[in-house]
């Protein structure tokens, strides 16, 4: 029964990560973009101008307003069936800032890119992480939820 579970659990878990390979996918598209950019632009006088707004761009899969979900998230609920919608209505208390690290670390950003991203040091994500981590769990065990064992599994690995 253990075993049958562990192996559930597993399958589920690669088949989340096969998913995130497509949030993968668009980050090498942007990275393509700016490096296509950067190779138009040589030389150029407005090349900084045209390099910073294409890496705003980028950024604004990444950007959110309060209460509404970013595209990244947008993407990341699409993609992993309902996993950030599931956290908003399962998850007590999270708040948007909780959100978006667990946006960043199901993307797979590392922590000093999320640091960067929201200007906090990055012990903090290393603790946001595994704060985070616990809630779900908790979360997890007192609704006896699977799927988000799931997520927290995702967001720690």
């Given at each position: 029964?253990?075993?049958?579970?562990?192996?559930?659990?597993?399958?589920?878990?690669?088949?989340?990560?096969?998913?995130?390979?497509?949030?993968?996918?668009?980050?090498?598209?942007?990275?393509?973009?700016?490096?296509?950019?950067?190779?138009?632009?040589?030389?150029?006088?407005?090349?900084?101008?045209?390099?910073?707004?294409?890496?705003?761009?980028?950024?604004?899969?990444?950007?959110?307003?309060?209460?509404?979900?970013?595209?990244?998230?947008?993407?990341?609920?699409?993609?992993?069936?309902?996993?950030?919608?599931?956290?908003?209505?399962?998850?007590?208390?999270?708040?948007?800032?909780?959100?978006?690290?667990?946006?960043?670390?199901?993307?797979?950003?590392?922590?000093?890119?999320?640091?960067?991203l929201m200007?906090?040091?990055?012990?903090?994500?290393?603790?946001?992480?595994?704060?985070?981590?616990?809630r779900i769990?908790?979360?997890?065990?007192?609704?006896?939820?699977?799927?988000?064992?799931?997520?927290?599994?995702?967001?720690?690995?």
């Amino acid at each position: 029964e253990s075993l049958n579970r562990a192996m559930k659990e597993n399958d589920k878990l690669e088949e989340l990560r096969g998913k995130s390979m497509k949030l993968f996918k668009s980050q090498f598209a942007a990275l393509r973009d700016l490096c296509e950019t950067n190779t138009f632009y040589a030389g150029r006088k407005d090349k900084y101008r045209k390099i910073m707004s294409t890496v705003r761009d980028i950024l604004s899969v990444v950007n959110t307003t309060e209460g509404k979900p970013s595209e990244l998230e947008k993407i990341i609920d699409r993609d992993l069936d309902g996993a950030m919608m599931t956290l908003r209505n399962e998850v007590p208390r999270l708040k948007e800032s909780d959100l978006v690290a667990i946006s960043f670390f199901i993307a797979g950003f590392d922590a000093v890119l999320i640091s960067r991203l929201m200007e906090i040091d990055t012990t903090k994500v290393y603790r946001m992480k595994h704060r985070l981590v616990e809630r779900i769990n908790a979360a997890a065990e007192k609704k006896n939820n699977e799927f988000l064992r799931e997520i927290a599994g995702f967001i720690k690995s």
